[in-house]
């Protein structure tokens, strides 16, 4: 693949998705490529690799030109180290912190080199996902109750912190933010996160294949059908099995499905963030008709385990399709209902309009991704522009925004809901006949695959290794918020603290995708 | 206009409410002495504070939609708040991981007494998928008393209301009444 002016060693190893292996030193020169033709790094992750060849593996997912590049470097047992991206990315910086907490694979002259995921369950001197390392012993170690943490500190005449979480006010994940403010504007803000992690990589390992696909949908609950597609998608490249397409076609129907479903339910709860109880009441009652159906006629309101290694759980008749086809048209009308009261609602526009804003420039230079991107003018969907099947006979419409706001990351929601609602209304007409499970084939040797969902928050990455008896050797699940959640940072910085609920909402980042 | 459309969207939508669920007394796991005089005072009137103590946000979509309309959550008296100083029962959802224990316990130890504990989901209730390991301290009640176990993956809301209420309902096995 040719990237700058270098001819790169990639193999495709499926459609728009390439595989690679490096020099370590070569990374910076192919990182710097990929940035200066306009590409983003996705994810970071790093491996064991002693009980294959002796060493460790850092493995980077590029976003290029002509699709993903899933690209790896082997590192030495003794003194793992790489080459720092984060001066080319700066969204690799926490994805650096994180291998190396879970893995002592150093960042070369990094310039945070502070933890990352590791608070106080294990010493700084073990690493979780060394082959080597025992879970089941360790969680017996007398550890701190409490973990140090050294926030970046706002001095001067009038600054305090206000310190929030890891519990907050509502419903919501743990995370700690670290407010640095003067009067009630937000000088800085820090956020430490971390609280959800719960070991899911190392559980992985050892685990068998069709219990992974339940696994990997847990990773994040709201994404679920993208996670485990991503996960299907990989472990059936890794052993060259083929889905029956009738099963791809309602694995978008589920993905689309799940869109909606989390885009509803945020454009409620923007409307509930500015005092507007009506917008929450009636978008939660849209939403609750839509998770009914959902449990009606495929048996969860989630579509949890539905899609498994192969294909899918669940098949829709054609009773069921005309049931979903007239809820989505009824949703379609009472969303553009909804949509003109907020139009034209003054407090919500004057509360939405120029609140939290993240530059195009900016979003470009940290990677900012997914829904939250495209209100940033940055217009990529992996569902448009490198389409898995079946999205490469579906024509997505990406939906973009410029202004960066809170009112542009509700005006990609809203555009968005019609469009997955226009898809699913294809898809229910051109489905195909057949069946919708085939069994994989059967695994021969370590074999690898890498699977690539554009969720409902942004692309969801997850890479497969699978060792020769079949049992899964290394799973790493990207979440798209690893890269959103210092915009998050960015984007309240002169806001006042009381519209940070309001912007962290129409962000709606995961702490369990990225805790991991 | 706003106003005008919006109360034209509230007279066409009408009331989508559901009657309330029983309590389901089978849910409880602990005995707890329930004086009368408390239960008359809480009547059916109970205040909440939930905890992620690890979960995957799969439970929270759930109590989220417990707080829409279908529900009336409110019409029972049953209210989430933000300070644990408030309430009367917690609920928790997740497995616990070893990064939240500390916080979980202090959330628990703020609410005053008498409370109850409502586990939420597969993962509250037994460790679930991500079961005891280096990062996670498995099951809630592994860490605090637990009164109610609501298993599924998630829940749904009715199941959920169904153990709010059996946490603090006269049904509950032994209750001193």
Known sequence: ?516 | MASYLILQKILKTGFVSEPAPQADPALRTREQALHAVILKVFGQAVAIRHVDAGSCNGCELEIHSLNGPHYNIDGLGVKFSASPRHVDVLLVTGPVSRHMEAALKRAYEAIPDPKWVVAMGECACTGGMFGESYASCGKISNVIPVDVEVPGCPPTPTALLQGILAAVSKGAPNADD
């Open chain 1, 1 to 516: 693949m040719k990237i700058g002016d270098h001819e790169w060693r990639l193999d495709p190893i499926g459609p728009h998705i390439w595989r690679g292996r490096v020099e370590t030193g070569q990374l910076l020169a192919l990182s710097r490529a990929v940035k200066d033709e306009g590409g983003q790094l996705v994810a970071l992750w790093g491996s064991d690799d002693r009980h294959l060849n002796g060493g460790f593996g850092i493995h980077v997912a590029l976003l290029t030109g002509l699709g993903l590049a899933w690209v790896s470097c082997a590192l030495p047992t003794e003194l793992p180290a790489y080459p720092d991206l984060a001066h080319i990315f700066p969204q690799a910086d926490r994805m650096q912190r994180a291998a190396f907490d879970l893995l002592g694979i150093t960042a070369t002259d990094a310039v945070d080199e502070r933890k990352w995921l590791r608070h106080n369950a294990w010493a700084a001197d073990e690493f979780p996902l060394r082959k080597d390392f025992s879970p089941l012993t360790a969680h017996r170690l007398p550890l701190p109750e409490v973990d140090a943490y050294p926030f970046i500190r706002v001095q001067g005449d009038g600054v305090h912190e206000i310190a929030v979480g890891p519990i907050h006010a509502g419903t919501i994940e743990p995370g700690h933010f670290r407010f640095s403010i003067i009067g009630d504007r937000i000088l800085k803000l820090e956020a430490r996160l971390g609280y959800t992690h719960k070991g899911i990589e190392k559980r992985f390992e050892g685990m068998d294949i069709a219990t992974g696909a339940r696994l990997a949908g847990r990773v994040s609950g709201d994404s679920h059908s993208a996670y485990a597609w991503a996960y299907c998608m990989a472990v059936e490249m890794a052993t060259a099995s083929a889905v029956p397409e009738r099963a791809l076609w309602l694995r978008a129907l589920f993905l689309e499905i799940e869109r909606i479903a989390n885009h509803l339910g945020d454009l409620g709860y923007l409307g509930n963030d500015v005092a507007l109880a009506f917008g929450f009441v009636q978008f939660w009652r849209l939403k609750e008709d839509w998770l009914r159906m959902s449990a009606k006629l495929f048996g969860h309101r989630y579509l949890f385990d539905r899609i498994t290694p192969g294909g899918v759980a669940t098949d829709i008749d054609a009773a069921g399709q005309a049931e979903l086809d007239a809820l989505a048209s009824r949703i379609e009308i009472e969303v553009r209902e909804l949509k003109a009261i907020y139009d034209e609602h003054a407090t919500l526009q004057d509360r939405f309009a120029d609140t939290g804003i993240c530059k195009p420039e900016l979003a470009a230079q940290l990677g900012l991704t997914g829904l939250a991107g495209r209100a940033s003018a940055q217009a990529w969907d992996a569902r448009t522009q490198f389409p898995q099947a079946p999205y490469d006979q579906l024509d997505v419409n990406m939906a973009t925004q410029r202004r960066g706001d809170v009112l542009a990351r509700a005006e990609v929601r809203f555009a968005e809901v019609y469009e997955s609602l226009r898809l699913i209304r294809g898809i229910l007409k051109r489905l195909p006949a057949g069946g919708i499970h085939a069994p994989l084939q059967p695994v021969q040797a370590v074999c690898e695959g890498l699977g690539w969902v554009e969720s409902w928050r942004g692309e969801v990455v997850v890479a497969v290794r699978i060792a020769a008896d079949g049992t899964l050797d290394r799973v790493h699940p990207h979440d798209p918020s690893w890269q959103n959640w210092p915009l998050v940072e960015v984007g309240v910085l002169d806001n006042i603290v009381a519209d940070f609920p309001l912007i962290n909402k129409s962000f709606n980042l995961s702490y369990s995708g990225p805790d991991l």
